[in-house]
């Protein structure tokens, strides 16, 4: 598939492009259709586009980590999400706080984790069966 | 908020600073020692009584809860004292070693682990600070890991200490059951009603095997010795001074509940007394000073275990005389044994002689040790073994006989470990023999000038440290003071009994030794050997088994997996009576039908085509057919995932189907195509009856609105299945997506070997 001249100068567009939509679908989610998982496996696909074309390679220096780094960050933003709310009010971890009055808070932190997680599982499974 | 938890917590929280500080400057690794120091100076410093209780899960029961009281001050004050010579030697001893960053970390992370035992107050607690003393005690055992002696000695002392830890959890269950708390105080203010329950006896035993496991008694009592391989500040330190009389401490930490108990006193007389015989016999057959002292050890801790078992008030004191005398004098032993095994090259005391001209300084040390061990008078020794003799003459039956014997092995190992080696003409050393630097030298001469200064002041002790943990063991005071004169003169004339026939023996023992060591069939016969029977038997059973599950064919194994999953649930159905067909009048559109026959159309195609590119296609049709349904069902998150999904998965399926070689057809004969096509029925019938019965369930409506309502009030979304996912449900989704990463990271693994990667 390397051959495809078109594929191979259309694949960093691709890749732009779906990310944009993928953080588009993630921030939306929560009022809209979208989210953290859905916005992921966009993302996701981006980079399996990408690496189709150009090789796991270039989309591993593109990544700069390992995917299984993402993941790791994404859990770790997830948990990270449900502490302030132990340290506020010595509520259930994991209980949503949010800036007065805006729709910024613990909960998009915890979505972007999902969605990284969701982005490092599945280029962890599909990037070593693409060509080099 | 008491200053209790902090104590526990220091030691843990010092780990990643000696790790990296010694890592970084190895030259400051008697530093370390200033923190077993100050816990020490800190310890003292506090009143009994002290303590702190944090709840946990309260309908559980769980709590965190610590206790200072006299069992548990003697104990602590043991473990950070001598903890502090321990450090400060084995900062010397391993001087320039590699890995000397990780030993002291290991060192502290166990010195916390047993503080954290000795101090808790709730069983959990307890229990997880006692399993972390098993696993320390393992990488510290094992702390030479590129001999397989080591390996194997650090193996045997985990699987012994970790099953009888097991074994005393199931004890802790019952007893928290039968005591309705799990707080150890509260728990033995109720001692009668407990030991009257019926789970009593189950109690006794789990909990007293746990113990016998962790205190080598007979007959697990064959790891101690093989734990020799550590090094010798780890000999020292876990394997005769603190560690191993864990055991004793629980035992004697729930004497109160249980003393009335025949079963508890029989079981802890029965196993004590054997253990010092065994151990006694086996300390005499052996020449290397280190596994000579580990069965002397073994002695103590019979010896402290039967006097636990017994009823007489008396034994109490004499069990704490002795466990603090036994801890000084074995703790100086073993690092002396420690000196000169590195100055001399050598542990076998058959070669060993004359090192006093070289090294006087330690042969003084050794003397004073040696002397308290065999109970010379003017040392503390003198008393442990006075109070000994006076509670064994006070029972009648073979104990008095076992006593006079064990007490002269006793002399013996003193004699051949602290005299011996250091008395006659110089030996021939490949070295030249001098003494150790002070950092060595220091720790073991002052424990053993402990013993003689408690032994010519008794009263220093007496009533701060002996009588408050004497009386928790009994439950109430003692009313005894060390140095009163205890027993009578048939004590006396046994104790001068037991050192004569200690010094002839030692005189002997040179001809005696090698007879007992022609003994074989002690090796032969002995539990070390049934211990390894059995790891022996585990490795042929699994290998049978593996040979007759694990064909190697991948269809084989998807196969079986399959029928046991799907045929599982099928059965369980049907058993249960869960079969239903939903019938539910709800209007169906056109579109809908439609994409019903095109899902079926693409079923029908994977399972009917011969090229597996179409098969794939046919595949992806089902799933793209099922997201445009879950669209017409008013479900666009679930369409969205769906869609993206089945792009990922068809992308990666053709990906691979390019890069593997096979494109031949199907190669399966006609039995093994019906054999496979009657599996795929089965799956797909258990499947449907299965989405049936879940249909079948009423459906609670209010869960949906309530959901509906909350979403933007309480989670600021109107996406009602996205805030499920991050606020309502997080904790699950936590759960999910931390189930991702593991699975990504097993593929990983998977993956690397396949393509042939280095493996880390």
């Known amino acids: 598939m390397k051959e495809s001249l078109i594929l191979r100068s259309s694949a960093r567009y691709v890749l732009w492009t779906s990310l944009a939509v993928s953080l588009f679908i993630l921030l939306r989610g929560h009022n809209e259709p979208g989210g953290g998982f859905i916005g992921g496996l966009v993302g996701a696909l981006g980079f399996v586009f990408h690496a189709l074309a150009l090789g796991q390679g270039a989309t591993r220096r593109v990544l700069r980590l390992d995917p299984l780094a993402w993941a790791g960050i994404g859990l770790l933003a997830a948990a990270l999400a449900g502490l302030p709310a132990l340290l506020h009010h010595g509520e259930p971890f994991l209980t949503q706080q949010w800036l007065a009055g805006t729709p910024i808070g613990t909960a998009l932190l915890f979505d972007v984790g999902v969605y990284l997680v969701v982005v490092g599982f599945a280029l962890a499974f599909v990037l070593p069966f693409l060509e080099e | 908020m008491s200053v209790l938890p902090l104590l526990v917590a220091l030691p843990f929280l010092a780990i990643p600073l000696v790790a990296l500080g010694l890592r970084a400057r190895p030259g400051a690794a008697p530093l370390p020692a200033l923190l077993p120091l100050g816990l020490f100076l800190a310890l003292l410093s506090l009143p009994l009584g002290a303590a702190f209780t944090s709840e946990r899960i309260p309908?559980?029961?769980?709590?965190?809860?610590?206790?200072?009281?006299?069992?548990?001050?003697?104990?602590?004050?043991?473990?950070?004292?001598?903890?502090?010579?321990?450090?400060?030697?084995?900062?010397?001893?391993?001087?320039?070693?590699?890995?000397?960053?990780?030993?002291?970390?290991?060192?502290?992370?166990?010195?916390?682990?047993?503080?954290?035992?000795?101090?808790?107050?709730?069983?959990?607690?307890?229990?997880?600070?006692?399993?972390?003393?098993?696993?320390?005690?393992?990488?510290?055992?094992?702390?030479?890991?590129?001999?397989?002696?080591?390996?194997?000695?650090?193996?045997?002392?985990?699987?012994?200490?970790?099953?009888g830890g097991l074994a005393m959890l199931a004890g802790f269950l019952l007893l928290a059951a039968a005591a309705g708390t799990t707080r150890i105080s509260l728990i033995l203010a109720q001692a009668e009603s407990i030991s009257a329950h019926p789970f009593a006896p189950w109690i006794v035993l789990l909990v007293a095997g746990g113990c016998f496991a962790k205190s080598a008694q007979w007959p697990l009592h064959f790891w101690l010795p093989n734990a020799m391989a550590a090094p010798a500040p780890v000999s020292a330190y876990l394997h005769s001074a603190t560690m191993v009389k864990?055991?004793?401490?629980?035992?004697?930490?729930?004497?109160?509940?249980?003393?009335?108990?025949?079963?508890?006193?029989?079981?802890?007389?029965?196993?004590?007394?054997?253990?010092?015989?065994?151990?006694?016999?086996?300390?005499?057959?052996?020449?290397?000073?280190?596994?000579?002292?580990?069965?002397?050890?073994?002695?103590?801790?019979?010896?402290?275990?039967?006097?636990?078992?017994?009823?007489?008030?008396?034994?109490?004191?004499?069990?704490?005389?002795?466990?603090?005398?036994?801890?000084?004098?074995?703790?100086s032993l073993f690092l002396i044994s420690g000196i000169v095994d590195k100055k001399a090259g050598t542990r076998d005391a058959l070669v060993l002689r004359g090192l006093a001209r070289a090294m006087p300084l330690t042969a003084a040390a050794a003397a004073l040790a040696g002397l308290s061990m065999a109970g010379a008078p003017g040392f503390i020794g003198a008393f442990?073994?006075?109070?000994?003799?006076?509670?064994?003459?006070?029972?009648?039956?073979?104990?008095?006989?076992?006593?006079?014997?064990?007490?002269?092995?006793?002399?013996?190992?003193?004699?051949?470990?602290?005299?011996?080696?250091?008395?006659?003409?110089?030996?021939?050393?490949?070295?030249?023999?001098?003494?150790?630097?002070?950092?060595?030298?220091?720790?073991?001469?002052?424990?053993?000038?402990?013993?003689?200064?408690?032994?010519?002041m008794p009263g220093l002790i007496s009533a701060a440290l002996i009588e408050p943990a004497a009386g928790t063991i009994l439950g109430r005071p003692t009313g005894v003071a060390l140095g009163e004169k205890q027993g009578d003169e048939l004590v006396l004339l046994l104790s001068f009994a037991a050192l004569g026939l200690g010094v002839v023996m030692y005189l002997g023992w040179s001809r005696l030794q090698p007879r007992l060591a022609g003994q074989e069939w002690l090796d032969r016969y002995g539990p070390d050997s049934a211990y390894g029977e059995v790891l022996r038997a585990v490795s042929r059973t699994a290998v049978a088994v593996?040979?007759?599950?694990?064909?190697?064919?991948?269809?084989?194994?998807?196969?079986?997996?399959?029928?046991?999953?799907?045929?599982?649930?099928?059965?369980?159905?049907?058993?249960?009576?869960?079969?239903?067909?939903?019938?539910?009048?709800?209007?169906?559109?056109?579109?809908?039908?439609?994409?019903?026959?095109?899902?079926?159309?693409?079923?029908?195609?994977?399972?009917?085509?011969?090229?597996?590119?179409?098969?794939?296609?046919?595949?992806?049709?089902?799933?793209?057919?099922?997201?445009?349904?879950?669209?017409?069902?008013?479900?666009?998150?679930?369409?969205?995932?769906?869609?993206?999904?089945?792009?990922?998965?068809?992308?990666?399926?053709?990906?691979?189907?390019?890069?593997?070689?096979?494109?031949?057809?199907?190669?399966?004969?006609?039995?093994?195509?019906?054999?496979?096509?009657?599996?795929?029925?089965?799956?797909?019938?258990?499947?449907?009856?299965?989405?049936?019965?879940?249909?079948?369930?009423?459906?609670?409506?209010?869960?949906?609105?309530?959901?509906?309502?909350?979403?933007?009030?309480?989670a600021k979304g109107r996406n009602v299945v996205n805030v499920v996912i991050v606020d309502f449900r997080a904790l699950d989704t936590l759960g999910e997506i931390a189930v991702l990463l593991i699975a990504a990271l097993a593929a990983a693994a998977l993956l690397a070997k396949r393509a042939g990667r280095k493996q880390p």
């Open chain 2, 59 to 163: 309908s559980l029961g769980l709590e965190t809860s610590f206790r200072l009281d006299g069992l548990s001050r003697l104990m602590a004050l043991l473990i950070t004292g001598i903890g502090a010579g321990i450090f400060l030697y084995a900062s010397a001893y391993l001087k320039g070693h590699p890995a000397l960053h990780r030993f002291l970390a290991v060192l502290t992370l166990f010195m916390g682990a047993m503080l954290g035992a000795v101090l808790a107050d709730d069983l959990f607690s307890l229990f997880v600070f006692w399993e972390l003393t098993s696993l320390a005690s393992f990488m510290l055992i094992g702390f030479d890991h590129e001999r397989a002696a080591a390996r194997k000695a650090a193996q045997q002392g985990l699987m012994v200490t970790v099953a």
């Open chain 2, 546 to 714: 593996t040979r007759r599950v694990q064909s190697g064919s991948l269809r084989r194994y998807l196969a079986l997996s399959l029928l046991i999953v799907f045929g599982g649930a099928g059965l369980v159905l049907v058993l249960a009576g869960g079969l239903a067909i939903p019938w539910r009048a709800a209007p169906v559109r056109v579109e809908q039908v439609l994409l019903v026959l095109l899902i079926a159309g693409g079923a029908a195609a994977a399972a009917l085509m011969r090229a597996l590119f179409a098969q794939v296609m046919g595949a992806a049709l089902v799933g793209f057919g099922a997201g445009l349904l879950f669209l017409t069902l008013g479900a666009p998150d679930l369409a969205f995932t769906q869609f993206t999904v089945e792009v990922i998965a068809v992308v990666l399926l053709v990906a691979i189907l390019a890069r593997l070689p096979f494109r031949a057809l199907d190669a399966r004969r006609a039995n093994e195509r019906r054999n496979d096509a009657l599996l795929a029925g089965l799956v797909g019938a258990v499947g449907v009856a299965v989405m049936f019965a879940m249909l079948s369930v009423p459906f609670d409506a209010r869960i949906p609105e309530w959901m509906g309502q909350a979403a933007v009030p309480e």
């Open chain 2, 246 to 331: 864990l055991g004793v401490y629980l035992l004697a930490r729930f004497n109160p509940a249980f003393q009335e108990m025949v079963l508890w006193q029989g079981l802890l007389t029965g196993a004590g007394g054997l253990t010092m015989l065994t151990g006694a016999l086996l300390a005499l057959r052996e020449r290397d000073l280190k596994r000579k002292l580990a069965w002397s050890t073994v002695v103590a801790l019979g010896t402290l275990v039967t006097l636990i078992g017994l009823e007489e008030p008396l034994a109490a004191t004499a069990a704490v005389v002795f466990l603090l005398v036994h801890a000084l004098y074995k703790a």
């Open chain 2, 384 to 456: 442990a073994k006075d109070l000994l003799f006076t509670v064994q003459l006070g029972v009648p039956g073979l104990l008095p006989a076992i006593a006079l014997v064990v007490n002269a092995a006793m002399v013996v190992v003193a004699g051949v470990v602290a005299a011996r080696p250091f008395m006659g003409r110089p030996m021939e050393a490949d070295r030249e023999v001098k003494e150790p630097p002070l950092a060595m030298l220091a720790p073991p001469m002052l424990l053993a000038l402990l013993g003689l200064v408690f032994g010519l």
